[in-house]
């Protein structure tokens, strides 16, 4: 397994599709993993440090687990398969650690709030993995973040209060 770390989140045009996109925590590759809206919105707005008026989904899962003294121990993008990217979250409780399968972007949203290690199979790095070209002058590192900064300043909590 790789340790990997969140880059951001951004929408890609001309779809707006949501991505997030891991760096490798020791390397150059990057893997962009298309998510819906709503775990996007949960990403960024953990990620920037911002609480949204009420809790989302993934604020009440990490709620929930803290009050029964889970702690989530770390996230694995453990395969792809016709597109598909699956993930596994490891859960440390009373009864030892549990193995729960997620999409990635839930076990993401969730490990951006707890802390949790995020790691990526291999295999899942090398088959849809990149090193993006540099354009010179900025690292590679850096002008990814901008790029996804640029989407994080869009974002607004007000936006995803109701319901």
Not at 107 to 119: C, K, M, S
């Amino acid at each position: 397994m790789i340790k990997m770390e969140v880059v951001g989140v951004q929408q890609v045009l001309p779809s707006n599709t949501p991505v997030v996109l891991l760096r490798e925590e020791d390397g150059e590759r990057l893997l962009p993993i298309f998510i819906g809206l709503p775990e996007a919105t949960a990403i960024g707005l953990a990620l920037s440090g911002q609480e949204p008026p009420r809790p989302m989904t993934h604020d009440l899962m990490t709620a929930v687990l803290e009050a029964f003294s889970v702690v989530p121990e770390q996230v694995v993008v453990s395969e792809l398969r016709d597109r598909t990217f699956f993930a596994e979250i490891y859960l440390r409780g009373s009864a030892g650690v549990e193995m729960v399968s997620a999409r990635p972007s839930d076990a993401i949203a969730l490990a951006v709030r707890t802390g949790a290690q995020i790691f990526v199979a291999v295999e899942v790095l090398e088959e849809a993995g990149y090193v993006a070209p540099s354009d010179g002058d900025e690292p590679v590192a850096e002008a990814q973040v901008e790029e996804f900064r640029a989407f994080l300043d869009t974002v607004n909590p007000d936006d995803f209060a109701g319901g």
